[in-house]
């Protein structure tokens, strides 16, 4: 049986993949920026041990890039890196529609739901929360699928984009275009038409990789999320 600690630790690894997860994806921790290790160590309550396993399982996965005597830093992908990788996507995501099963109408009233969540914070100041709404979206419909194996390599592969992919909608009609985009890719589903559902699905997909984030774009997400000086975080839950 495992000890108590080693439980209590691995939990604790967990909470600090899905935290700096997050906050990568929000835009929190931008690209090139370090991870200040015992700063995060006192604001998610947990000894440098399950960090520092945290942050190399997540090395590991390509969000982040360990350098030596200097620490770990948000992978910054260079425009032949991301090209390469929205290739990868744009092949292995086009393998899971081929592969889906169609949804039951509680998936698709699962999927109706997400994106009215996400139009409700559409042309709010702090919209951040709409990028895990969009990443539940995307994988409840590549969930369709049983090709596990595929599925898994794309969630990693998201993993190491995530920032990229949430920069789209940093601005307000990128925003509406991607709910809109959402609707045709329901709307097909409903209808059990494959060939639509792979256009509205490469459609998406194209418009992702082709529309970088401006500079600056996760600013105002950002901004609203700092907590204001004497505040102190709560412990990753």
């Not at 929000?26 to 520092?52: K, T």
């Not at 698709?108 to 895990?132: E, F, G, K, V």
């Amino acid at each position: 049986m495992k000890s108590r600690e080693a439980v209590q630790n691995g939990g604790a690894v967990e909470r600090v993949q899905r935290e700096l997860r997050g906050r990568i994806a929000r835009g929190l921790l931008l690209p090139g920026e370090q991870i200040r290790q015992e700063e995060m160590a006192e604001e998610f309550g947990v000894s440098r041990v399950p960090l520092r396993e945290a942050l190399t399982i997540l090395a590991d996965q390509g969000m982040l890039e360990h350098h030596h005597n200097r620490g770990y830093f948000v992978a910054k992908r260079v425009p032949e890196e991301l090209h390469q990788l929205f290739c990868m996507l744009d092949l292995l995501e086009g393998e899971l529609v081929k592969a889906m099963d169609w949804p039951s109408k509680d998936e698709i009233s699962q999927l109706r739901a997400l994106n009215r969540q996400m139009a409700a914070l559409a042309d709010r100041p702090d919209w951040t929360d709409m990028i895990p709404l969009n990443r539940q979206f995307h994988f409840k419909v590549f969930g369709l699928t049983h090709y596990q194996l595929i599925l898994r390599e794309v969630e990693r592969l998201w993993s190491m984009t995530d920032v990229y992919i949430a920069g789209k909608l940093a601005l307000p009609e990128a925003r509406h275009r991607t709910i809109r985009e959402h609707d045709q890719i329901i709307a097909a589903l409903v209808a059990r038409d494959h060939k639509a559902v792979a256009a509205a699905v490469e459609l998406h997909r194209a418009n992702t990789a082709t529309r970088p984030a401006p500079t600056g774009a996760m600013t105002s997400g950002r901004a609203a999320r700092r907590v204001k000086p004497g505040v102190r975080k709560g412990q990753v839950g």
